[in-house]
C-alpha cells in the first residue's frame, strides 16, 4: 500500500470521530468490554498500545466488536508491524518514522499515522506521500499554537495530535483547519479500567464525541 494509499485510509478513520483512544491493556479479560463502551460511547476508532504483553491479544478481541475499527499504536519495527497486522489491526500508528517502519507497513498493507514534531520531519514524510501525520508528543512539542503555525507553509498535510491532550485543550486543537482529530488516553482511564467501570468509560467517550457536534 502506498503511502498516499495509507493516508487516504488513516483520513477517513480520523474523520469517524473527534477523538481516538489511546489505550493501555493490561488485563486481557477487559479488551472487548472496553472496545464495547467506548464505541457505544460514540468513539469506532481505537489505538491499542503495543505496551503491554497482552497487546496483540487485546487487538484480536477488540476487532471483533461490531462498529469499532481497532489499529495498533506504539509500532516501532517491522516486526510489530506484521503481528499488528496479524492481530488483525486495521491501522497502525507511530510515535516517530523511521524507514524500516515505513517499509514494512507498504509491504504489510498496514495504513500509517507516522509520527512527526518538527517541520523537517513533517516535510520529510510529505515527500513520501504522507499527509496524514500524528504530531507527537502534541503539548510537549509546541500544542495546537505550534500546530496553527505550521498550517501557514504545510496546509497540504493534516494531523492527529497526541500527547498531553484532554477534554480541556481538545477543543484548541479541533478548531483548527489542520486537525482532523485529536488523540489521549483519558477516555480509558487506568482506574475505571482496573474497576471494570464501562459506564463511566462509556459517559467519557460520549463527552469526547460531543467536542464536535
Ligand atoms: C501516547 O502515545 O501515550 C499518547 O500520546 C497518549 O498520550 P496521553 O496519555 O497524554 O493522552
Known amino acids: 500500500m ?30 472487548r468490554k472496553l472496545a464495547e463502551a467506548l464505541v ?5 476508532a481505537l489505538e491499542v498500545t503495543l505496551r503491554t504483553p497482552v497487546a496483540l491479544d487485546a487487538i484480536r478481541a477488540m476487532a471483533e466488536v461490531e462498529g469499532g475499527v481497532v489499529g495498533a499504536g506504539t509500532l516501532l519495527t517491522p516486526a510489530d508491524v506484521k503481528a499488528a497486522k496479524a492481530a488483525g489491526a486495521k491501522f497502525g500508528v507511530s510515535p ?19 509520527g512527526a514534531a518538527t517541520a523537517s520531519e513533517i516535510m520529510a514524510l510529505l515527500e513520501k506521500g504522507y499527509t496524514i501525520q500524528k ?47 485529536v488523540g489521549g488516553s483519558w477516555v480509558a482511564p487506568k482506574d475505571a479500567l482496573a474497576k471494570g467501570d464501562w ?12 467536542l464536535r457536534a
Open 2 to 31: 502506498t503511502p498516499a494509499e495509507q493516508s487516504r485510509r488513516a483520513a477517513e478513520i480520523c474523520r469517524l470521530a473527534p477523538v481516538v483512544p489511546v489505550i493501555v491493556v493490561d488485563d486481557l479479560s477487559h479488551a
Open 40 to 44: 457505544a460511547g460514540g468513539l469506532p
Open 96 to 114: 516517530g518514522a523511521t524507514e524500516r517502519l515505513l517499509d514494512a507497513c507498504a509491504e504489510y498493507d498496514l495504513p500509517l499515522l507516522p
Open 135 to 181: 504530531f507527537f508528543p502534541a503539548e510537549q512539542a509546541g500544542g495546537a499554537a505550534y500546530l496553527k503555525s505550521i498550517g501557514s507553509p504545510l496546509p497540504q498535510v493534516k494531523f492527529c495530535p497526541t500527547g498531553g491532550i484532554s477534554l480541556k485543550n481538545a477543543r484548541d486543537y479541533l478548531s483548527l483547519p489542520n486537525i482532523l482529530c
Open 199 to 210: 459506564a463511566t468509560i462509556s459517559a467519557l467517550a460520549a463527552e469526547a464525541k460531543a
